[in-house]
């Protein structure tokens, strides 16, 4: 497709679960970043690759998350052991280069009960 | 800390009535200015880039601007489409958010009555 692809578009699981959370960014564009928006708030930073490499993770809020890219495209965010305070829209946005002109997908909505 | 901080929180106009969003910066060695147009259920959406004092950006009904503490985003004679949050950010050099990450305000919440 044209743009950022997120999914699942909606994910609820219970407290204590694993999720997964996939992005396939726009072809050709080495940079992806992951953001997480609660209601109300913008987005808030959590990691950014610049290819297969985690080049800045310091947004990631605790060890239950993790990020991957092994090819350098499509990215997996991985929450473990889910908290309620989990619970938030996550966004996925990529970019050619350009500073701060980033190409957001349309998000992955988490409920955590 | 970087800070980005946008006023008002929500904003309700009648069509064709112009107005100005105001965003707030505090940020050492501002690389640049960021606007996104959000819509519900949508991801941001680029709008313009300002990088120095002075600077000046349009597209359509939206004109961007830039002094060295805040941004204003103007509408002029709004339409119904253009309701939506308006997002402003900044990118620094160490603002956290990787080599281009951005710090995002809250938003304005731009509502345009016909």
């Known amino acids: 497709g044209a743009g950022v692809s997120q999914t699942p578009s909606n994910k609820v699981t219970e407290k204590g679960k694993y999720v997964e959370l996939r992005c396939d960014p726009i072809?050709?564009?080495?940079?992806l970043y992951w953001y997480r928006q609660s209601l109300g708030q913008g987005p808030e930073f959590l990691i950014y690759f610049q290819g297969t490499g985690a080049a800045d993770d310091s947004g990631l809020p605790n060890d239950r998350f993790f990020a991957v890219r092994p090819e350098g495209s499509v990215s997996t965010l991985k929450i473990q052991r889910t908290e309620r305070g989990d619970s938030a829209v996550y966004l996925c946005?990529?970019?050619?280069?350009?500073?701060?002109?980033?190409?957001f997908g349309e998000g992955s909505r988490l409920t955590v009960l | 800390e970087d800070q980005v901080t946008q006023s008002p929180e929500a904003l309700r106009l009648q069509e064709g009535e112009s107005s100005s969003l105001n965003c707030s910066y505090t940020v050492s060695g501002l690389r640049g200015l960021f606007w996104y147009r959000q819509d519900p259920g949508k991801g941001p959406e680029f709008l313009f880039t300002?990088?120095?004092a002075g600077e000046e950006k349009e597209k359509e009904r939206l004109k961007a601007t830039l002094t060295k503490k805040e941004s204003f985003l103007h509408i002029t004679a709004p339409k119904p489409e253009d309701s939506a949050t308006y997002l402003c950010a900044v990118q620094a050099p160490y603002s956290g958010g990787g080599a281009d990450g951005l710090t995002f305000g809250k938003g304005t919440h731009l509502i345009i009555q016909p």
């Open positions: 946005a990529s970019s050619s280069g350009q500073a701060g002109e980033l190409f």
């Open positions: 072809s050709g564009h080495t940079a």
């Open positions: 300002l990088y120095s």
